[in-house]
Structures are given as C-alpha cells and as structure tokens.
C-alpha cells in the first residue's frame, strides 16, 4: 500500500455493502430455504400437515424462528383496493399474482416448504403501506373495491382465504408466547396505615 494510510478501495467497497440493509434475492429460487428474508415469496403449509397442498406467502418480517407475513394467490380477480397484483416482472414469478395484504400473520420458519421468488424492498414497502391504510398512494396495481356482502360475490372466496390464514398462522400465534421470555411482574406493596 505504498506507506499510504488511506483504506484500499476494494475495502470501502465491501464495508459499504455491508451496511445496506440486507434484501431478498429476486432471482433465488430454493428448495428448503435455511434462511427467509422480508420479500421473499414461499410456499408454506399448516404447521404438521406437510401432506396439504402448499400457500403462497410474502415474508414481511422475520424473528428467529418465525416470520410473519401476507396470503398470495394467482386469483388475481379476487383483489380489493388494498390488494396488490404483482405482474411477473415484479414478483420473479412467470404469472400474475395477488398479494392480500390484510390477510397477515406468524408462521414458523419450518413450515415454509421452498422459495419461488421475491420482490425488491421498495416495492415490499408499499405493499406495506397498501395494509395499513385504504387510501395509500402506491405505483402498484390494486383490485378492485370491495363492495358489501351480498353484492360482491368475492365474499365466500375471501372468506375461504381467511379459513386457509388461519390453518397457516393458528399454531404459531398460540405458541409463540411459549418463546418469549418471562417477564416478571413487578411485586405490588401495599402501604401500611
């Protein structure tokens, strides 16, 4: 290095890509993943029930032996106005799919059975914002508003929806407190009269 103090550029360049933020890899497909990062998209099955036919999930968040997540589904028709529809370009996925934004929740690592693509963080972002708030302003395409029950006939599909979240998540919200530490609760002193 010539005596110079000055940090050799292949150093700043690593250092650099070291802190950004770690994203999913749109082009990584994988059986069995050990590790799952926020975008990814999964096949996931009930918790003890691998013999079921697999959901789509878009990773969120991750913690250390669960993540949490959104229902993605190739019935594009079934998509409100909080529902994103990711065309294949976005998704690494060779067709149009739906991202339900309020259909959220925990799933344990091990249930995920295989990557099959992801989305780049930007576009996770405002899938994010789509299921916080029915009025965000995203570039993403969205479905169509949903209309009372009785007059839009997407009710007994999305109904069935939330029954296929509940068989993914339901193990893991009961029993994801069992992973937390305790919390001790502070003893309470009664004053002396």
Known sequence: MNGSSKTPSWLQDALSQATRPIAAQTDLREESPTDVLPGDLCVVA??????????????????????????????????????????PEVSCLSYETAVHSR????????????????????????????????????????GQPLQPDGIDPRFPALQAL????????????????????????????????
């Open 46 to 87: 009930p918790f003890d029930r691998g013999d079921r036919v697999g959901r789509m999930f878009l990773v969120t968040e991750i913690a250390e032996s669960w993540c949490t997540g959104m229902m993605v589904g190739i019935e594009t028709e079934l998509a409100t106005e909080v529902d994103a529809i990711l065309p």
């Open 103 to 142: 259909y959220h929740g925990p799933i344990w690592v091990v249930q995920i059975r295989r990557r099959v693509g992801a989305v780049e963080g930007s576009v996770l972002a405002e899938i994010e914002r789509l299921a916080w708030s029915d009025e965000a302003d995203v570039s993403l395409s969205v």
């Open 162 to 193: 939330s029954t296929s979240l509940d068989e993914l998540t339901g193990h893991c919200r009961r029993r994801r407190h069992d992973l937390a530490p305790a919390v001790p609760v502070p003893e309470r002193h009664e004053r002396e009269t």
